[in-house]
C-alpha cells in the first residue's frame, strides 16, 4: 500500500477478517455493469467489497451515502 493515497487505505483488508473466496467469486463472475451489496445491519457488506476490492485490477468507485446525499 502506498503512503497517502486515501482510497487504497480505505480498501485494506484488515489482517484478522476472514476472506470469503465464495461470494468474493460470486461478485467477479457477475456480468452486471453495477452491483449493489445490499443487507440488514451487521452482515458484513463492507468488509465483503474491501475484500473484494483489495484486488489493484479491479475498477470500482466506492460512494458512501450521508444524510447530505440528499
Do not use: I
Amino acid at each position: 500500500m502506498r503512503e497517502g493515497n486515501k482510497s487504497e487505505e480505505s480498501t485494506a483488508v484488515p489482517p484478522h477478517v476472514v476472506e470469503r473466496p465464495r461470494l468474493t467469486q460470486l461478485l467477479d463472475e457477475a456480468s452486471a455493469r453495477k452491483v449493489l451489496l445490499v443487507a440488514p445491519a451487521g452482515y458484513g457488506k463492507t468488509t465483503l467489497a474491501r475484500q473484494w476490492l483489495a484486488n489493484e485490477s479491479r475498477k470500482a468507485v466506492w460512494f458512501r451515502a450521508t444524510a447530505s446525499s440528499a
